[in-house]
């Protein structure tokens, strides 16, 4: 006898469908709002990502979600339709009969039972990581030179509060784990006892002066400094290891690899900045005042370049004297916007050889930075001559 032929019913029924055909289409008996599922529109190169559980979405409930790879951060935005969208899940003869159902299967015809109806999409825009929270965070508790003396007392919560470990960052700062390492990079942060930690600057500066102290002491060259030896040394004058070797990989370049050992070179940009942002953080100098102090400090063989300083200073006429005072592009915000505000606020009008510094490390995917310039600046140029002079929009 022969078997009647199963007609496909549910997303089954939709798959052959030909192009300008018409199917039935009929609730579901578990129709509903369903608001645990949610559309998602991918690009091609993220559907991997997704397959291989390679993304995460991150975000504290006062916060916007944002969607993030290993590598890439992405805003989610709800996009609605005005067209109907259904979605028909499989079908299974167990969990409804159809309307259609009968005894006589050669009369079946195919249906497809809605179980939601999609309102819209939620949209995938890439974004830079908003890193502004890490500082904020690892600013919290810096390491100090009295830490020391903590760490061989027992511990107390006074002493463990505002430190983070890795997942606590990952838990709060809205980036990929790439993008969250170069922030981690970039503040030149240390990991100590499993907690990410900024130092001190005052301690910072305190290691740079014994280890350039130590060089004069050992005739060591500040173009080949081992670094086995330079820990042994500041680790006999009472600093830890691991902040003796951070001090090299902060203000300096590794140049070789010697039987396991590495050597470094002192970078003199790196060092003439740290120096001349110690100066002023006592405020405001003369410039030739200043330049005399920098001199100073600096070690032999190093020579102060106000080029050095771009991003880190101001200069202004008062009379006919020049005076400088800090203002450094690593305090501002990373968001354009809050950026440019911070930045007229402080001038009305600036020159860009001056400006270009303080808006070159802004990252908004799809602008450039012409496009940055345009949307929240006025660009006045008297003469074709003269040097454009920018003021906000």
Request: charged share 25%; net charge negative; with cysteine.
């Amino acid at each position: 006898m022969e078997q009647p032929q199963l007609v496909p019913q549910g997303a089954e029924a939709l798959l052959d469908l030909p192009p300008g055909s018409s199917i039935s289409i009929a609730y579901h008996p578990l129709f509903g709002p369903h608001d645990d599922l949610i559309f998602l529109e991918l690009d091609e190169k993220l559907i991997p990502e997704v397959l291989h559980e390679r993304t995460v979405l991150r975000g504290q409930p006062d916060e916007d979600t944002v969607f993030c790879t290993q590598s890439k951060t992405y805003s989610v935005k709800f996009v609605g339709t005005s067209n109907s969208v259904f979605l028909v899940p499989p079908y299974q003869s167990e969990s409804y009969q159809s309307p259609q159902e009968s005894d006589n299967n050669h009369d079946q015809k195919p249906v497809a039972s809605v179980i939601k109806l999609v309102p819209g999409t939620m949209e995938l825009v890439e974004v830079a990581p908003r890193l502004d929270k890490l500082k904020l965070l690892l600013s919290e508790n810096p390491y100090k030179y009295d830490e020391l003396e903590v760490e061989k007392l027992e511990d107390n919560h006074e002493s463990r509060t505002g430190l983070y470990k890795w997942n606590d960052l990952v838990n709060n700062i809205q980036a990929s784990d790439d993008e969250i390492r170069s922030g981690l990079h970039a503040l030149s942060a240390i990991e100590i006892n499993g907690c990410w930690r900024l130092v001190d600057e005052s301690y910072t500066n305190t290691i740079l002066r014994m280890l350039l102290h130590n060089a004069v002491l050992n005739d060591w060259s500040l173009n080949s400094l081992h670094e086995d030896e330079v820990a042994s040394m500041l680790e006999s004058d009472g600093f830890p290891g691991k902040l003796a070797r951070h001090c090299l990989h902060v203000f300096g370049e590794k140049v070789n690899d010697c039987s396991g050992s590495f050597v470094w070179k002192l970078n003199e940009k790196r060092v003439c900045v740290q120096f001349a942002r110690e100066i002023l953080r006592g405020g405001k100098k003369k410039l030739e005042s200043f330049m005399d102090d920098w001199r100073q400090k600096l070690p032999d063989g190093m020579q102060p370049s106000l080029d050095f300083l771009e991003g880190e200073i101001l200069t202004e006429r008062v009379g006919v004297e020049t005076w400088v005072y800090a203002f450094s592009v690593s305090s501002l915000p990373s968001t354009p916007a809050e950026r440019f505000s911070i930045l007229f606020r402080e001038r009305q009008k600036w020159d860009w050889k001056d400006l270009q510094p303080y808006i070159r490390d802004l990252n908004v995917p799809g602008l450039s930075s012409e496009g940055l310039l345009l949307k929240y600046t006025r660009r006045t140029q008297p003469t074709p001559d003269a040097e454009p002079v920018f003021s906000a929009r």
